[in-house]
């Protein structure tokens, strides 16, 4: 028996965008279950006693994590009577365990629903309701809310870290045949991270999860299998799902989970584990960056940064420190993961960098049309990974004419970088003047006073719009608008200076740690 529900609710094919496999490693056969390729395949090519997933209470290898797989999936199927199709809802902080959970979803042929370990019930309500979720599996420590989800969302719940749980794992069967699954099945419904507003499912197939790993991964990260990536990102994000669990699997690498992964943890973490490979966002990097006196960080060879832009500063920062130059990169929940970045030795500070291998992108005008290189514009993204939301009527705007519309506003260079300037309604315009909210936010990063900021459009009656500016201060520092202000104007163009200031303890941000300038915007 197989539930249809995804295949049900995908978007009309009029309305899907173009899928182009151009790579050799992306012309998968027709039928493909992806943990077979993930996980089974290396131990079948005697890899089993590699390490695989580490976490802060066990390390288990390729073996032990396929062995653990196993066991989970036949308690889903014998258990939970969990069909090929079903949708489990995900819910726990990283670790080998909810990373066990979530292969073995996938494995028995069901659909993963990750979510954030932080949302609280109501927020959990509404991807269990909309996905109409089969099973929840939840780590004990966060059943508050999940029980109280259950009284808005009914549903069985099972709880991973209790003693039940242990016994019905010792008495599950470590064998078990990953189900039939096509290719194209939807094997993830990603929900996106809310920063303007109600989510979005974004439904994902087997193959979508490989392309990830054989177009990105492979050809810009390159990671082998003696590395071990270490980072911050939930599993629930599809940037953590990818960069820190199946990029890792697809090179028979090891990965570091951890459910405290700040900036603080990671300096302690990362010469803890010998971690070589570390996967966050620019916020992060910076916050290490100020903290790292005394940690060794010898062991990294390669930095990942994604989920918001990256300062040129932050990006020489980091270079000055370490030696390793950020691994910039644009992605979406939409796309699964990111389909601009360049390698290591074709880097440019300031730059996203080059399409992926695998993708095309280009930059278009309202209707759609490419515009000359050196012109703002939208960013148009399609390749072998492209949105199918689930029932949802935004699909026409994210999808036109076959091409993914991201919402960001982008210029291409004559080189074929692809340049951030702002989400596309981020784009301000004062006085007749566009002016990118990011590229003040940068030039503001560079003053040594500003540990955060976050720029926007604030309406005025005399120029429409201001820039206006929200700052988090380092210690030791008063307010200072003068100063900032003549110091933008010092550093860009004087017209785009921040003509208001106000000064925050802190910066409202989603669980994945992305600005929520919708909510400044508020007031």
């Not at 030039?443 to 929200?470: N, Q, S, T, Y």
């Amino acid at each position: 028996m197989t539930a249809s529900f995804a295949r049900d609710h995908l978007p009309a094919s009029a309305d899907l965008p173009d899928f182009i496999f151009t790579l050799p490693a992306l012309q998968y056969p027709a039928r493909l279950n992806c943990v077979t390729r993930l996980l089974d395949d290396w131990v079948a090519r005697g890899h089993g006693a590699a390490p695989c997933l580490i976490g802060a209470a066990e390390h288990l290898t390729y073996a032990e994590t396929q062995a653990r797989v196993n066991r989970i999936a036949n308690i889903l199927v014998d258990r939970f009577d969990i069909v090929p199709g079903a949708r489990v809802l995900l819910r726990g902080g990283n670790s080998p365990m909810l990373a066990a959970c979530m292969l073995a979803v996938i494995k028995a042929g069901a659909i993963a629903v990750p979510t954030m370990p932080m949302l609280r019930a109501r927020e959990l309500a509404a991807p269990m309701e909309r996905a109409e979720i089969a099973l929840a599996i939840c780590d004990i420590r966060l059943a508050d809310e999940m029980n109280t989800a259950r009284g808005l969302v009914p549903g069985p719940v099972l709880y991973f870290g209790t003693d039940e749980f242990f016994a019905l794992l010792e008495g599950a069967s470590d064998s078990f045949t990953a189900a039939d699954t096509a290719i194209d099945d939807v094997c993830l419904i990603g929900f996106t991270s809310g920063t303007t507003g109600q989510a979005k499912g974004a439904m994902h197939f087997h193959r979508d999860l490989l392309a990830a790993c054989d177009a990105y991964s492979a050809n810009v990260l390159r990671p082998t299998a003696s590395d071990r990536f270490i980072g911050s990102p939930p599993l629930g994000f599809t940037f953590g799902l990818g960069g820190m669990l199946l990029f890792a699997l697809h090179a028979g690498a090891s990965t570091v989970l951890l459910e405290r992964a700040g900036p603080d943890d990671l300096l302690v973490a990362i010469p803890h584990y010998q971690a070589t490979i570390c996967v966050s966002a620019p916020t992060a990097y910076r916050a290490m960056l100020s903290r790292r006196a005394g940690h060794d960080l010898s062991s990294l060879r390669t930095s990942v940064s994604a989920g918001e832009t990256l300062p040129a500063a932050t990006f020489d920062a980091w270079l000055a420190a370490t030696g390793i130059r950020l691994l910039d990169g644009i992605g979406s929940t939409e796309m699964f993961h990111i389909f601009i970045a360049s390698p290591v030795e074709r880097t440019r500070a300031g730059a996203t960098g080059e399409v992926v291998p695998g993708y095309e992108a280009r930059v278009v005008d309202e209707a759609g049309n490419p515009v000359p290189d050196g012109t703002p514009g939208r960013l148009a993204v399609r390749g072998p990974t492209g949105c199918k939301y689930l029932s949802d009527p935004r699909q026409k705007i994210y999808v036109q004419n076959g091409w993914n519309l991201t919402g960001d506003t982008y210029i291409r260079d004559a080189d074929g970088y692809f340049w951030f300037q702002a989400r596309s309604d981020d784009m301000i315009v004062s006085a007749g003047y566009n002016i990118a909210g990011p590229e003040v936010e940068a030039a503001l990063l560079l003053h040594e006073a500003v540990a955060e900021c976050a720029v926007i459009g604030w309406p005025d009656a005399e120029r429409g719009m201001i820039v206006k500016a929200f700052v988090v201060l380092r210690p030791g520092y008063g307010e200072m608008t003068g100063a900032l202000q003549d110091f933008v104007k010092a550093t860009i163009a004087p017209y785009k200076y921040p003509r208001a200031i106000e000064y925050r303890s802190e910066l409202p941000k989603t669980p994945t740690g992305k600005l929520q300038r919708f909510l400044l915007r508020q007031g």
